[in-house]
């Protein structure tokens, strides 16, 4: 059986939310994600996706059931642990780029892997492949403000991959581009996972990128069913 990247076993979330009852918004979900392995997400607003991944991604701990990242249980790591293991295992994608705004599109992939104690000629070459790979070589030394969204997506996505993450977790990362972008942004994703054996678990409300991934999932009442 191939190597798990993401197992999810019977996870569940709660939240206390001041005077209302307790809310239950992941139920018992469950879920697996070998390498090179692209998962849609689809959930209706305030269905628990963001919930689901921050778990996924070691920022939040389910209240019962497990988790086990690169075939690691999670469960027993220490804050530290679960710092490194994100850091070194896992690449977020958002709708919005969060790109540093004083640095350039290199200086902002080079960032995860200086602060990984990576050196700067290994950052710098590993920035350029990356840039180069989302076709963005001559953007390389533009500030974030002087990119078009597309662009800045695809640097977004070049840093999430900046520290060689097995599993890619995006949260709409094309909600905020116009169709044509969107494509753009998405097929290097999908290229990208299909060359490198990244796996992803994309959440998107856009049924056409959906359907190009190898299987989706709804989220659904706290629990996982196929789309
Ligand atoms: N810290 C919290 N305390 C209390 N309730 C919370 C907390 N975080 C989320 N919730 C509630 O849990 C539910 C799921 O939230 P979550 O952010 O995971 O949804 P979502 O599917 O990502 O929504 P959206 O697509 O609108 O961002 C919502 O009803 C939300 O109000």
Do not use: W
């Amino acid at each position: 059986m191939a190597e798990t990247v993401l197992k999810l076993d019977g996870v569940q979330r709660r939240y206390n939310a001041g005077s209302r009852a307790e809310v239950a918004v992941l139920r018992g979900v469950s879920l697996t994600l070998v390498p090179g392995e692209l998962i849609a997400l689809v959930a209706p607003s305030g269905a628990g996706k963001s919930t689901l991944l921050h778990i996924a991604g070691l920022l939040d701990r389910p209240d019962d059931g497990t988790v086990h990242i690169a075939g690691q249980n999670v469960a027993g790591l220490s804050e530290a642990a679960r710092t490194t293991l994100r850091r070194d295992t896992v690449g977020f994608v958002y709708q919005f780029h969060h790109l540093l705004p004083e640095f350039s599109a290199l200086e902002n992939v080079m960032l995860p892997q200086r602060a990984k104690g990576t050196s700067v000629a290994a950052a710098t070459d590993r920035a350029v492949g990356l840039l180069d790979r989302v076709g963005l070589s001559a953007r390389a030394s533009h500030r974030p403000a002087a990119l078009s969204g597309g662009e800045q997506q695809r640097v977004a996505f070049c840093r999430a991959l900046a520290n060689g993450p097995k599993l890619l977790l995006a949260d709409e990362p094309t909600g905020n581009l116009d169709p044509d972008t969107a494509e753009q942004v998405f097929s290097a994703l999908v290229d990208v996972a299909r060359e490198t054996g990244l796996a992803g678990l994309v959440a998107t409300h856009n049924p056409a990128l959906a359907a190009r991934m190898d299987r989706q999932v709804r989220l659904e009442g706290g629990y996982l069913v196929p789309a």
